[in-house]
């Protein structure tokens, strides 16, 4: 009797430990059909779409893989050590599997999302240049703020619509960095936080650093243009005037949506090979081989045209 007593603690304590690392066990979808399509439930990580009837994140991304490729996030020398953490990670990801966020296609697609997703988000909070312990591929998520901003990012040409808060400064902060008045003001407005007047929210809480980070994945920098998750899934479509700018579907296209001309169009430059890397390295880690990835042209934007160009203004003749 007395052994069988140890033996339920055990058990307990092993539940116990799984709940609070974060280990919640695969959700058994409900089921029902409206209008001849049918709808899932999982509860608080998808709630009733078409897309809860795939695979979710935690199907098939646990703990132990997001260990595994954020090893060094919690090292001493990293800047945000016990911010960035697996649930959190999972909580914001609920806001957005309904709408195809790692839930899109099958399972290798859905893993692949992921992915490309997370090699962005390493590659942007990544301390590991120079960084020997590990290899410069372990240290993303060290930072989750701009650390010597060089000003507010204050933008007053938006003053009617995202008017800068007194004292406000809107500085990188997020998994994906998102800087200036109106990105916070939209960005905002979209996950319902008032980010305008509290950008420090985002370096506050782990959640709203990863949400500010997929709606950017979510969402196109301009209507007339593609997301990044559209490019990668395969949802859009080129118009001829992209083929000739050489913008093709997949990794490659969603650093140009991200970056543009800073990171696309110069040939194989390092900042571009580093996301590449970190894309490749996750995909490896999460069991994926890095020939998933992508053929050349499709993983680079080595030759594509900015969907979104700098500008330049036209020299002045004196």
Same mark, same amino acid.
């Given at each position: 009797?007395?052994? /069988? ?77 016990? *911010? ?11 806001? *957005? ?7 899109? &296609? ?28 590990? &290899? ?16 507010? %990012? ?29 990105? %916070? ?15 420090? %929210? ?29 490019? *990668?899934? &395969? ?5 001829? /005037? ?8 997949? *990794? ?7 970056? &543009? ?12 090979? /580093? ?44």
């Amino acid at each position: 009797m007395a052994w /069988n007593r140890s033996l339920l603690v055990i058990l307990a304590l092993i539940v116990m430990a799984s709940v609070v690392s974060g280990d919640e066990p695969p959700i058994k979808p409900k089921v029902k059909t409206v209008k001849g399509k049918r709808l899932c439930d999982r509860g608080w990580e998808c709630t009733w779409s078409t897309y809860c009837c795939n695979l979710t994140i935690t199907d098939y991304f646990e703990t132990y893989q997001f260990e595994n490729l954020f090893a060094k996030r919690n090292s001493p020398v990293a800047h945000a050590v016990g *911010f960035w953490d697996f649930h959190s990670f999972i909580l914001a990801a609920a806001q *957005f599997e309904p709408l195809g966020f790692g839930t899109t &296609g099958d399972k290798k697609m859905q893993m692949r999302e992921v992915a490309a997703f997370l090699g962005h988000v390493g590659s942007r909070t990544s301390c590991g240049d120079g960084v020997v312990t590990g &290899g410069p591929l372990a240290w993303g998520l060290c930072f989750n703020r701009e650390m010597s901003p060089s000003q507010d %990012y204050c933008n007053d040409y938006f003053k009617l619509t995202y008017p800068c808060a007194p004292g406000a400064q809107y500085y990188g902060r997020g998994a994906l960095p998102i800087f200036w008045n109106y990105n %916070y003001g939209r960005i905002g407005d979209a996950l319902k936080l008032d980010l305008l007047n509290h950008p420090e %929210y985002v370096e506050q809480n782990a959640t709203i650093a990863f949400q500010t980070a997929m709606w950017m994945w979510m969402n196109p920098v301009k209507k007339s243009q593609p997301s990044p998750h559209d490019v *990668f899934v &395969g949802n859009w479509k080129p118009t001829k /005037n992209d083929t000739l700018s050489k913008r093709v579907p997949g *990794f490659g296209a969603t650093m140009n949506i991200l970056y &543009g001309d800073s990171i696309c169009g110069q040939g194989d430059i390092d900042p571009m090979n /580093n996301i590449i890397s970190h894309y490749q390295y996750y995909l490896d880690l999460m069991g994926l081989s890095r020939e998933e990835s992508g053929v050349h042209n499709s993983l680079t934007c080595a030759e594509q045209a900015a969907f979104n160009p700098t500008y330049v203004a036209p020299a002045t003749s004196s």
